[in-house]
């Protein structure tokens, strides 16, 4: 059983920042600085080839934080940012950037799913023991209710198989991106939990049926569709539903509904 190791912290517009490790997984917490202990928990994942500060994810963070005074939660998925990478993470990345620049979409897509299968199944464990170790600090707390925040890409191809097994996700944003491989739309028919799915409309290298089928295998009773034209990394959001997790989280000072 890991402890959490704060290694660093900062503090900037109300938003308190301490980086740490779980065991060897580092991570970043965010809070308000003026304190909200036990307030409702995000999870937020970054995407592919990213890092857990990344400028948008920092930013959704801040938002967040600042917003509905919750805290946010963000490790470096195995291989990305701070951690070192396997053999397996370097040959993976090396075949991704190959096919892609040979337009050799369907072995650029079987790589993908091979690939993001492996760290999914590496980082759910990693993100249970995260929050089993933050569950222990008296700012976060046993009670606290906890919500899955989202991330393109690699974000939900964590994220679904994360919130098929974490009976502590009450509610979940996930997003498009990826290749919905079989084993991903298995994990969403586990999931019961409220869901809001944002769709990039022209992704270039993910059929969009796929991920359609995947949105239609979540079990959830409460689950909505957003979705716009473009890709995950051109596109502008519109109409996102910003109150999604505050509906069954609850606000920092009140109990979920």
């Given at each position: 059983m890991h402890s959490v190791h704060f290694t660093a912290e900062t503090s900037s517009n109300g938003v308190l920042e301490r980086d740490f490790v779980v065991g060897e997984v580092p991570g970043v917490l965010w809070l308000p600085a003026s304190g909200s202990d036990q307030a409702p928990l995000v999870l937020m994942g970054?995407?592919?080839?990213?890092?857990?500060?990344?400028?948008?994810?920092?930013?959704?963070?801040?938002?967040?934080?600042?917003?509905?005074?919750?805290?946010?939660?963000?490790?470096?998925?195995?291989?990305?940012?701070?951690?070192?990478?396997?053999?397996?993470?370097?040959?993976?990345?090396?075949?991704?950037?190959?096919?892609?620049?040979?337009?050799?979409?369907?072995?650029?897509?079987?790589?993908?799913?091979?690939?993001?299968?492996?760290?999914?199944?590496?980082a759910v464990p990693e993100w249970q023991a995260t929050l089993d170790a933050l569950q222990r600090l008296p700012e976060i707390g046993a009670e606290a209710p906890i919500g899955y925040g989202g991330g393109?890409?690699?974000?939900?191809?964590?994220?679904?198989?994360?919130?098929?097994?974490?009976?502590?996700?009450?509610?979940?944003?996930?997003?498009?991106?990826?290749?919905?491989?079989?084993?991903?739309?298995e994990a969403a028919r586990r999931i019961t939990v409220p869901v809001q799915f944002l769709l990039p409309w022209d992704e270039e290298y993910v059929d969009r049926q796929s991920v359609l089928a995947l949105f239609d295998a979540f079990a959830s009773k409460d689950k909505t569709l957003l979705a716009n034209p473009g890709t995950h990394r051109s596109m502008r959001w519109v109409g996102i539903d910003n109150e999604f997790l505050v509906r069954y989280l609850g606000r920092a000072d009140t109990s979920p509904a």
């Open positions: 970054h995407g592919g080839g990213l890092h857990k500060k990344t400028p948008g994810l920092m930013a959704r963070a801040h938002d967040t934080v600042t917003r509905w005074g919750y805290s946010v939660v963000a490790i470096d998925a195995p291989g990305h940012g701070d951690r070192p990478r396997t053999t397996e993470d370097e040959q993976a990345r090396t075949d991704l950037r190959q096919t892609m620049a040979a337009g050799e979409i369907e072995l650029f897509e079987s790589i993908s799913v091979r690939y993001s299968a492996s760290l999914a199944e590496r393109m890409s690699l974000g939900t191809a964590i994220g679904i198989p994360l919130t098929a097994v974490e009976p502590r996700i009450t509610a979940a944003i996930f997003g498009g991106g990826f290749f919905a491989h079989a084993a991903l739309v």
